[in-house]
DNA sequence: TTGAAAGCGCTAACAC
DNA sequence: GTGTTAGCGCTTTCAA
């Protein structure tokens, strides 16, 4: 049926030991056995199999990737780069979508356990850090993506959500908006983002108050239904910057939807700068990660740990830069 | 240091085997021996090795995925319902972005094929048939999603890709547009839908040319390129179809750096109805394909394919519907 | 330069 | 009800 190992050196006339060598080109033999064996792994089709060969101490090539949402633009365009990073170095990457959701993170970090994927990277939320530390302890790589690590000790690739989240706030405030909401999510970046929407605020001379703070979950949905509530607001904000694009573009439907105009009544600033940025109109503006820069990195990192073995964490940031677009601008008077 | 099957068993004071029955739920019992084992496995941290088993005959429990590229948005969501789909039915899945690039399709095929994937959702065009053809022999279960399998003979799941252009063209032609230019891409779904394009035309008594068809990549870039064309020809296009959501919008973003009106100057119809069919202004009108339905029925039938052996090959096809945003209305009268 | 053989972690008869 | 054992396809000493 399937044709093995045996097979071939059967087929060729010598031992599995010497199909073995030829396949990982490892030891020495005649030029001419070499060829010969190619020639008949050729013929019959033949494939080795990553399972046994993993049995025997060797990787899987494969990497585990959490995120929480494929489907959200920021994370499937992380995905296209980690993935052909990975195929460059001759590995596949396992995909899951958490949704952020305990219960599926628990269950896809066991399932890709038990597939003994070679290293792990984490850009979903794990708020239960205990998951982690359990393949931490069992000395396998892993890396946080677009989060630090918090006390968990493992190298960490992210934005300066801090940065981004002053220059996001600071563009807007230099246009003269005052009241401004941000919109968060229940992920650790959100709350630097936070702080740095902050210190601008002080910086600026304007006292924070927590009610310019809203949470909710990424989808654009409910960037919508944050603009209800915007919308409804006593002393409505000109204002507002959402942690990352898919809220922005609901925020901008909603305001749509009920007539205002954009950035004239309303200005928004968005977060990530993936291809919905710029396909709306007004153009979003928003704070880019260097999605692409990132991916490379984090599989640079973690493929470098797999052959090499753990190095010291550390925690690397990326600049965000602020791209003005068509969605911010001054505040009406009677804003 | 890794814990296996041998630590479980030796200290729960049981053999390997009734291990083993345990984890896979067969044979029989003493309740008091399995509650003691599962226990020893919690304490021990133990995860069984899929590796090992597979080894054993077993299934690896892991589905390949090709598609185009991940990062489309058409894609990424139809790969969010396929992997939420297979994680139902404990299986994962590897994402492989092949550019439709015939290299990389040989290049991942292989890959999956040595790490034993259980069956493989082909998404991307295979232009070299041999190389799916080898797969097929191999008896690996496989289906065709997005496109049919030709003289292959193994079940497809796609849109009705015909109808799907018959209507978005005579939506166009009923709205009183003559000069239609349709964009397809190098896919067998494009050939489909471009003959719905003719069908429609004929049928509303215009004749067919050559040159209303121009052929792309998906991407938002070559359909802004492709606008450019479409601006210099002689006697001006009222509108354009273009076969995916992408290269719609690039139209579109052209269309509106020259200036132009949408759907004054220019009416344009998609294809997918993805998110940035929605997050677009004026929304896009476009061929919606039901993205969920479609992921999930083709794990449904890879996954019987695994279980119960590969049926007759059969060809499924998903009823596309015409969403009319707005980018489509009446042309001018001296368009 | 090549091959024999032990072992990777597990499953599935088949004994006991 | 439980254990023994022969593989699964491969890698890797160690001998020859």
Redesign the interface.
Known sequence: ??VTIYDVAEKAGVSIATVSKVINNTGNMRESTRQKVMRVMEEL?Y??????S??TGKK???LGLLVP???N?FF??M??TI??SA?EQ?M??????TDEDEE?EK??L???????VDGFIIASSFREKKLLE?IKS??IPMVMLTQNSGTLGVTSISVDDFTGGYEATSHLLSLGHENIVIITEPRLSSKMRLYGFREAYETYGFSYKEELVMETVAS?ENGKQCFQEIFQKKKRPTAVFACNDLIA?GVI?GA?EHGLNIPEDLSIVGFDNT??A????PSLTTVAQPIKEMGKKVVDVIVDHIQHGEKNAERILFKPTLIARDTTGKPHKNG
């Open positions: 049926m399937k089709n494939y080795p199999s990553v399972m046994a993993a049995l899987t090539q494969t949402d494929i489907s633009p499937s365009e995905a296209r993935e052909d195929h001759g596949s990457v396992i995909m899951c979508s599926k269950k896809y066991e399932l890709l356990r038990r597939k003994q359990g069992a000395g654009m573009i439907q749509r291809i919905l710029t396909t709306t109109v």
